[in-house]
């Protein structure tokens, strides 16, 4: 095969053969894409890795399931395409699961919840490094599917999947504080408490960092890749959601400091929210001043979030409310 593999996984390789060769027949009628070459370069890179880990530890009839099981998860990966479409499939084979406790004693809910995590990520767009990273980290820590789990819906969040926000910090709170500092970040000086009371009351709270974004964009021209054909204008819908809105649709939009989505609005426009006068916000009876825009023409304050746009912008400004 070219690359040097280990004697317990040569050994296994020898044994479980025509095993192997069958499963590949099979996947290869029902997937015509899925190439031998392509194959043999999942074990010798990805397979290997994890199956050596296996047999180290324990060279019995269930870790040698366990390999074949993911084999043929991998084969079916790559005769969907996935694994070429999402290179965080091999990182997690190579440096996350022979680290993982619970992929010895619950390998297909094991898989389920970390092949899903990371296909969900991906197809978002979110932050696979910080997935990755988060995966390795905590894997040596992770011994029972429910702190999976839990794992997995914070470090998605975190990752840019914004609607699993209020999920992932409840289970935060229910985890052992050890493994809620690694997922959070939570830095040495500070308490978990306050970081997870602080994340409970703001949007724009960094877990990390232990501080607030002060200001994060989004939108910018489709042309180059934006969300807006056109400069947006933004409204507020029943006093709680931000709505945008070009000449192609209108949006509801929502955002944290790990990220935003855009939903597609279909009910009617509300009015867009013009200022009486450039960068000044009216809001009963006061008026605030929007020092890091004084050119806006348009702002929303809604209760998690301050939106701006400023003139031929394609970009919506997001700031945490002034009060």
């Not at 399931?65 to 499939?89: C, D, E, H, V």
């Not at 699961?97 to 970390?114: A, D, G, M, S």
């Not at 960094?206 to 969300?227: A, C, K, M, V, Y």
């Not at 279909?266 to 020092?291: C, D, F, H, Q, Y």
């Amino acid at each position: 095969m070219g690359t040097t593999l280990s004697p317990v996984f040569q050994a296994w390789l020898t044994t479980n053969r025509d095993y192997l060769n069958m499963q590949f027949e099979m996947l290869k009628n029902q997937y015509p894409a899925l190439e031998q070459k392509a194959v043999f370069s999942y074990i010798q890179q990805s397979l290997q890795t994890v199956a050596t880990a296996l047999l180290e530890e324990n060279d019995e009839t269930e870790s040698h399931q366990s390999i074949k099981t993911l084999y043929i998860t991998g084969l079916n990966l790559m005769g969907r395409g996935l694994w070429a479409k999402f290179p965080i499939l091999l990182h997690i084979w190579q440096e996350v699961f022979p680290k993982l406790p619970l992929l010895r004693t619950n390998l297909h809910r094991t898989l389920q919840i970390v092949v899903n995590t990371a296909y969900n990520v991906s197809q978002s767009n979110g932050s696979t490094r910080l997935l990755l990273a988060g995966l390795r980290k905590t894997a040596p820590h992770i011994d029972q599917p429910h702190k999976l789990e839990a794992a997995a819906l914070i470090l998605a969040w975190r990752s840019g999947l914004i609607f699993y926000r209020t999920s992932a910090i409840k289970a935060a709170e229910q985890l052992p504080e050890s493994l809620a500092r690694i997922l959070l970040e939570v830095p040495e000086a500070h308490t978990l408490s306050f970081i997870l009371e602080n994340l409970q009351e703001s949007v724009w709270f960094r877990s990390e960092t232990g501080q607030h974004d002060e200001h994060s964009q989004i939108g910018g021209f489709q042309g180059f890749g934006g969300s807006f054909l056109n400069p947006p204008e933004i409204a507020l819908l029943d006093q709680q959601t931000l709505l945008a809105k070009d000449t192609t649709g209108i949006w509801e939009i929502h955002a944290d400091c790990y990220g935003h989505a855009m939903v597609h609005y279909n009910g009617m426009w509300p009015g867009t929210e013009k200022l009486a006068e450039p960068g000044i916000l009216s809001v009963k009876n006061k008026r605030i001043r929007i020092r890091s825009f004084p050119q806006a023409e348009t702002a929303v304050l809604t209760p998690t979030t301050w939106a701006v746009t400023v003139p031929n912008s394609h970009y919506i400004h997001l700031m945490r409310p002034p009060f």
